[in-house]
Nanobody
Framework: QVHLVESGGGLVQPGGSLRLSCDASDFTLEYNSIGWFRQAPGKEREAVACISRNDGTAYQTEALRGRFTISRDNANNMVYLQMSHLRPEDTAVYYC??????????????????WGQGTQVTVSS
């Protein structure tokens, strides 16, 4: 099984918060890191944050630090993205991905084939 399932997206007003979840409980392949990425219409995919499965080391895109926080719950094979102070420019499909790359590499240059189906986040009044 190589399923990653995102949830928690939706419509939120500017300034609001959302918590996205990535369920990796059916992901049975070996992996070292899980990351959150996003892709807005007409734009390239960009990394949001990545976290190590083993020691919790996290890497976050500098522009989003302070508003977005990645965390993990290894007992339940879940990874979360807490998003606050959301802005219209945060509107995108958010994906999680798992891979053997370590945290920084997964975020900077992901080479993994294992992605979830994405969850839509729309920030609008």
């Amino acid at each position: 099984q190589v399923h990653l399932v995102e949830s928690g997206g939706g419509l939120v007003q500017p300034g609001g918060s959302l918590r996205l979840s990535c369920d990796a409980s059916d992901f049975t392949l070996e992996y070292n890191s899980i990351g959150w990425f996003r892709q807005a219409p007409g734009k390239e995919r960009e990394a949001v944050a990545c976290i190590s499965r083993n020691d919790g080391t996290a890497y976050q895109t500098e522009a989003l630090r302070g508003r977005f926080t990645i965390s993990r719950d290894n007992a339940n094979n879940m990874v979360y993205l807490q998003m606050s102070h959301l802005r219209p420019e945060d509107t995108a499909v958010y994906y999680c991905a798992a891979g053997l790359q370590y945290v920084f590499r997964l975020c900077v240059k992901p080479t993994t084939d294992y992605w979830g189906q994405g969850t839509q986040v729309t920030v609008s009044s």
